[in-house]
């Protein structure tokens, strides 16, 4: 059901860092009544001046509305900054960066002040912020009638992907998500390392290891697949034997080019583990396993 714009949902914004002024700036182009409030009161003049109602006081912000998001810098900011406030009612939603354990302490947190809670991970930077065509989204878990109940007005910002009750979920996705970002970098930048004292151009080379690294991202499917089966040999096209047996010419090379291997020979270590363990015939999925504790 599509609200005009008098049915708008109101909202409390908690926090106008570069994301919370972003996704503040979404709510009043759409209408819906907003007060914010930040640490920092300096920091909401400019959203005054579009419409927003900021206030000085976290109580008084968050009686303003039945549906209060919270987007501060870390779980420690959200328990230092709702200490003493009444949240009765309130259906909170929280989009700071948290771990999946800070996500679940803090829904028995509200809970216990009578409020329902929502967890959100942001999959996105602001810029992404009310562009529906960047592809941000946010991961919600948690309450899911807050979920449902919210779900236009969430969905205003950036695209939403509930991902269940379990109220860490949201954290778990969204860490695991820029968790492979980081391996990715960490081989761009390895990449880079190698082609850096020589006469390539690194504009040059750019699409290139773009469109590599998109015709790869592909083997997450098949990663996939193996890790629900058991079978980590079902449909291996690059087998784990000659994997293992290419990384000397991997190690060689960043010799020869004048880089150091510290991002890649911890990932080697554990191919040559598994290969040791498991023989040869399987993909790399095997590494999943022993990164298990
Ligand atoms: N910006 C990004 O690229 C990422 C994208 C993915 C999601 N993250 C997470 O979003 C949360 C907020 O990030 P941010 O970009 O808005 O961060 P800052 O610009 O640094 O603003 C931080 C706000 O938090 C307030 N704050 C800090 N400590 C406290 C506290 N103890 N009590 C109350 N408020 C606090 C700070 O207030 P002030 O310094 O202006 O007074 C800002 O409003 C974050 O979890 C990212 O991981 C963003």
Not at 119 to 139: N, Q, R, T
Not at 199 to 207: N, R, S, T
Not at 253 to 261: F, L
Request: hydrophobic residues 45%; contains cysteine; proline residues 4%.
């Amino acid at each position: 059901m599509t609200q005009n714009s008098a049915e708008k949902t109101p909202v409390t914004l908690l926090g106008l860092g570069a994301m919370g002024t972003a996704l503040a700036r979404t709510w009043l182009a759409a209408g819906h009544p907003l007060t914010v409030w930040n640490r920092t009161p300096g920091r909401a003049a400019g959203l005054a001046g579009e419409g927003a109602k900021a206030v000085g006081g976290v109580a008084e912000a968050v009686a303003a509305s039945g549906l209060v998001v919270v987007c501060l810098l870390d779980d420690a900011s959200v328990g230092e900054a709702l200490a003493d406030v009444d949240l009765a009612g309130k259906d909170l939603v929280n989009l700071t960066t948290t771990t999946p354990a800070q996500a679940r302490d803090r829904a028995a947190w509200a809970r216990e002040r009578g409020a329902r809670y929502l967890d959100g991970g942001i999959m996105a930077v602001p810029p992404m912020i009310g562009v529906p065509e960047a592809g941000g989204y946010v991961f919600y878990s948690g309450a899911e009638a807050v979920f449902e109940q919210h779900r236009e007005t969430l969905a205003v910002p950036a695209g939403t992907t509930y991902v269940g009750e379990d109220t860490g979920h949201a954290a778990l996705h969204d860490v695991a998500l820029l968790s492979a970002m980081y391996g990715m970098f960490a081989g761009v930048h390895h990449a880079f390392a190698l082609i850096r004292k020589e006469d390539i151009d690194p504009v040059a080379f750019a699409p290139l290891l773009a469109d590599w690294l998109a015709a790869m991202a592909q083997g997450v499917h098949l990663t996939a697949g193996q890790l629900r089966s058991g079978d980590y040999t079902q449909g291996v096209v690059s087998n784990l034997a000659m994997q293992v047996a290419g990384t000397p010419t991997f190690l060689s090379t960043a010799e020869q080019q004048g880089v150091s291997p510290e991002l890649l020979r911890p990932y080697f270590d554990l191919m040559a583990r598994r290969l040791a363990e498991a023989g040869g015939e399987e993909d790399l999925t095997g590494v999943v396993d022993l990164l298990l504790r």
